[in-house]
């Protein structure tokens, strides 16, 4: 069976970097490109962060710097939960790059790679779209080449930036807006599922007791738990990796219950900016664009497996130091 072919768009941050780490150890795919946008963190962090990640769980894969803004939103960026480094810890940290950015912008790469292999190569977005937005804009034809889109995003549900809007889309609602209606194959995975898509404390003491001190991935873990409303507030005892969840779904669809529905973003100022809203109606108009959008989720499957995988990156990363 050969690998799932993937180019993944981040802004790294916790939880992408589980869900990176899911990745590439799960063994199921080849992870052809990294590609980097502002998001969590401006792009410099993003990108040092996606390549540090890369570096630490002994890739090679390319890294490429995508946007350094959004199309038209301009907004103060979130350091209160990944720190001001987009990839604060709690103590020990990652070791630096050995490698450099790959040349070339990001959305440009995207293109390339995807008119190269039509129909081959899987995006797994996990930050604001701007670099897909950007991609789809100089190559309209993209949405048609692409095998799929999955991408943590939105929430019929509701908001975690503000009452009505998930973060990644309010970060860039006009790009996630293009995207939309390009007619793409998508999934997405809001804060409908990712909201619950959290590890708990036998979980966490699992991954610190992975290896002896020092542990980054479970200090950096640890950084994104203290900083959870979530756990502060007592709902859950550990912290909602959002971004681990297309990527779960990717190698295990059973783990997610996901409908077809069509999706619009809000890109009018006001309270509503960034919402996705999806139209539920049996007899909703044919005309607009579907996509997948997952519901429910097997969380204490899906905690486990995310686990193993960052279990997996700390023996990885304390055999390279
Ligand atoms: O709302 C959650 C999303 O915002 C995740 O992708 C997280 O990394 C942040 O970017
Ligand atoms: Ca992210």
Same mark, same amino acid.
């Given at each position: 069976?050969?690998?799932?072919?993937?180019?993944?768009?981040?802004?790294?941050?916790?939880?992408?970097?589980?869900?990176?780490?899911?990745?590439?150890?799960?063994?199921?795919?080849?992870?052809?490109?990294?590609?980097?946008?502002?998001?969590?963190?401006?792009?410099?962090?993003?990108?040092?962060?996606?390549?540090?990640?890369?570096?630490?769980?002994?890739?090679?894969?390319?890294?490429?710097?995508?946007?350094?803004?959004?199309?038209?939103?301009?907004?103060?960026?979130?350091?209160?939960?990944?720190?001001?480094?987009?990839?604060?810890?709690?103590?020990?940290?990652?070791?630096?790059?050995? #490698? =450099?950015?790959?040349?070339?912008? !990001?959305?440009? %790469?995207? $293109? +390339?790679? *995807?008119?190269?292999?039509?129909?081959?190569? @899987?995006?797994?977005?996990?930050?604001?779209?701007?670099?897909?937005?950007?991609?789809?804009?100089?190559?309209?034809?993209?949405?048609?080449?692409?095998?799929?889109?999955?991408?943590?995003?939105?929430?019929?549900?509701?908001?975690?930036?503000?009452? #009505? =809007?998930?973060?990644?889309?309010? !970060?860039?609602? %006009?790009? $996630? +807006?293009? *995207?939309?209606?390009?007619?793409?194959?998508? @999934?997405?995975?809001?804060?409908?599922?990712?909201?619950?898509?959290?590890?708990?404390?036998?979980?966490?003491?699992?991954?610190?007791?992975?290896?002896?001190?020092?542990?980054?991935?479970?200090?950096?873990?640890?950084?994104?738990?203290?900083?959870?409303?979530?756990?502060?507030?007592?709902?859950?005892?550990?912290?909602?990796?959002?971004?681990?969840?297309?990527?779960?779904?990717?190698?295990?669809?059973?783990?997610?219950?996901?409908?077809?529905?069509?999706?619009?973003?809000?890109?009018?100022?006001?309270?509503?900016?960034?919402?996705?809203?999806?139209?539920?109606?049996?007899?909703?108009?044919?005309?607009?664009?579907?996509?997948?959008?997952?519901?429910?989720?097997?969380?204490?499957?899906?905690?486990?497996?995310?686990?193993?995988?960052?279990?997996?990156?700390?023996?990885?990363?304390?055999?390279?130091?």
């Amino acid at each position: 069976m050969p690998r799932r072919r993937l180019i993944i768009d981040c802004d790294p941050g916790h939880d992408d970097f589980a869900a990176i780490a899911l990745a590439v150890t799960s063994g199921a795919f080849d992870i052809e490109a990294i590609t980097a946008v502002c998001g969590n963190a401006p792009l410099d962090r993003t990108v040092a962060n996606a390549l540090t990640i890369a570096d630490a769980l002994g890739t090679s894969i390319p890294v490429y710097a995508g946007a350094v803004a959004p199309l038209l939103h301009r907004y103060e960026f979130p350091a209160a939960f990944h720190g001001v480094t987009g990839l604060d810890s709690a103590g020990a940290t990652l070791p630096p790059p050995r #490698r =450099a950015v790959a040349p070339g912008h !990001a959305a440009l %790469e995207i $293109a +390339a790679r *995807v008119n190269a292999a039509p129909g081959e190569i @899987t995006l797994v977005v996990l930050g604001p779209m701007t670099n897909l937005a950007l991609a789809l804009a100089l190559d309209p034809d993209l949405a048609s080449k692409v095998r799929e889109l999955v991408f943590m995003g939105g929430g019929i549900v509701g908001g975690n930036v503000t009452a #009505r =809007a998930e973060f990644n889309v309010w !970060a860039d609602p %006009e790009a $996630a +807006a293009i *995207v939309l209606r390009s007619g793409i194959k998508a @999934t997405m995975f809001g804060l409908d599922v990712t909201n619950r898509a959290f590890i708990d404390t036998d979980d966490l003491a699992r991954l610190r007791a992975a290896v002896p001190a020092p542990n980054p991935v479970a200090d950096i873990i640890q950084f994104y738990t203290e900083r959870s409303g979530d756990v502060a507030a007592g709902r859950v005892h550990g912290p909602s990796l959002h971004d681990t969840c297309p990527v779960a779904w990717l190698i295990d669809p059973t783990l997610f219950q996901t409908e077809s529905l069509p999706v619009t973003v809000e890109t009018s100022p006001g309270p509503r900016y960034g919402a996705t809203d999806a139209d539920r109606r049996t007899w909703a108009p044919d005309h607009l664009p579907r996509i997948d959008v997952a519901l429910e989720l097997d969380r204490p499957r899906l905690a486990a497996r995310v686990t193993d995988a960052l279990v997996e990156a700390a023996k990885r990363i304390a055999n390279n130091a």
